[in-house]
């Protein structure tokens, strides 16, 4: 079955009882049982919820992989990843990553024992060099946010598995569409479905993927033991979005393509960063691991600082200045300050995210309105 016709059709049968052709929403909190312990599948909605289940089947399929695990937040997935380890264990990050993610890294597993190593993964040496006997993990993102570098997700796992090291790839920037890691070699994949997946900015949800049986026994158990659970409309509303996903993510990565283009070489632009430039560092490594090169754009501007920046950020129309990405709508951010402001400065410098730094993430609309938008803003500068 062919992406398309997966992202309409996996796991979502019609209703048996009705015949409609979307499945209800089962807004209950709780199961009637037969007799104790005799029940049709479900005894309690934190443990199991059908809708949730149609929305966990669907996004297993799409990323062709064998379980599905919604959580209440890309977070909650994230911290139902960590959870997987103990004091002492180590896992080696890419450097370039999702300031929320680096916060619950640094600021609530680290205090627990849990060593983080943040290292560019464009260079495997620097990988091996921090492998030892207590690495557990090898957590991946690539795209990267926000910089857009592009990390060859399977020559990481190849190393991983030389190492019985598991992997895990937050895949929230490319999302199933255009890049299946399952596919490549990674043992999790981790999705905010809040972005892409749902795609209308109305909701919060994140969402986990696995092959291995025990790997999901032990993932499903964290997600009923804790309880960060999505409700069953947040669930209907991502599995909506699913159904028009490969639509909106072609459509904005072809707005993208254009946007970028012309912000380079734009007057008081300085650089721009998209893995679809064919100088990009990791253009090859996208061309091969992605259908294209995604909507999120990052790019400086001449006078590196913050005045300026917000300059261009307050005076967009159809560029909204919010956090948060993957929506029909164009969102405009400035990550030191927004979605990367608990990484340190001078870290952030290292990588390249200067004080001008401005992300953008593109929607649906006109691209020549989206243009027009950005030069009208940029030239306020």
């Known amino acids: 079955m062919k992406f398309e016709t997966k992202v309409i059709h996996s796991g979502l049968e019609p209703d048996p009882s009705t015949g409609a052709i979307i499945p ?14 005799v029940h049709k599948g479900y005894a309690y909605a ?22 599905g695990i919604c959580f209440s937040s890309g977070m909650a997935a994230t911290d139902a990843v ?28 680290e205090p627990l024992g849990i060593k983080f190593h943040f290292v560019p993964m464009h260079d495997l040496a620097g990988i ?14 690539t795209p990267t946010n926000p910089m857009l570098n592009i990390i060859d997700i399977e020559v990481v796992c190849d190393l991983a598995k030389k190492h019985n090291i598991l992997t895990c790839v937050d895949n929230t920037f490319a999302s199933p569409y255009l890049q299946q890691p399952m596919d490549l070699g990674a043992d999790i994949v981790l999705h905010s479905a809040t972005k892409y997946l749902g795609g209308h900015s109305d909701v919060i949800l994140g969402a986990l993927v696995c092959n291995d049986d025990g790997l999901f026994e032990r993932l ?5 033991g804790t309880g960060a659970i999505p409700g069953p409309f947040d669930c209907f509303l991502v599995s909506r979005g699913i159904r ?12 993208a393509a254009k946007i970028a283009e012309s912000l380079r070489g734009y007057k ?28 999120m754009i990052s790019f400086t501007i001449d006078e590196d600082t913050l005045e300026a920046g917000s300059r261009v950020l307050s005076n967009t129309h159809y560029f909204s200045l919010a956090e948060s990405l993957g929506g029909v709508e164009s969102l405009i951010g400035h990550p030191p300050t927004m979605t990367h402001a608990s990484i340190p400065r001078e870290e952030r410098i290292k990588l390249g ?11 649906i609309e006109s691209a020549d309105d989206l243009i027009a938008d950005l030069k009208q803003a940029i030239d306020r500068l």
């Open 46 to 67: 934190r443990t199991d919820n059908p809708t949730r289940r149609i929305l966990e089947q669907n996004i297993a399929a799409i990323e062709n992989a064998k379980y």
């Open 128 to 141: 091996q060099e921090k492998i030892n006997d207590k690495t557990k993990m090898i957590w991946v993102e």
């Open 244 to 255: 028009t996903l490969h639509l909106r993510v072609q459509r904005a990565c072809e707005n």
């Open 82 to 109: 960590l959870k997987l380890f103990k004091p002492g264990d180590e896992i080696i990050s890419t450097n370039d990553l999702y300031g929320g993610t680096y916060r619950t890294f640094m600021r609530i597993f």
């Open 268 to 295: 008081g632009v300085n650089k721009v960063f998209y893995p679809g430039f064919s100088d990009h560092p990791g253009h090859d490594i996208a061309k091969r691991q992605m259908r294209d090169f995604g909507a």
């Open 353 to 363: 995210m200067t004080d001008s730094l401005i992300r953008l993430s593109v929607g």
């Open 24 to 37: 209800p929403i089962y807004q209950t909190s709780t199961y009637v049982q037969s007799a104790p312990g």
């Open 220 to 224: 499903k158990f964290l997600q009923n």
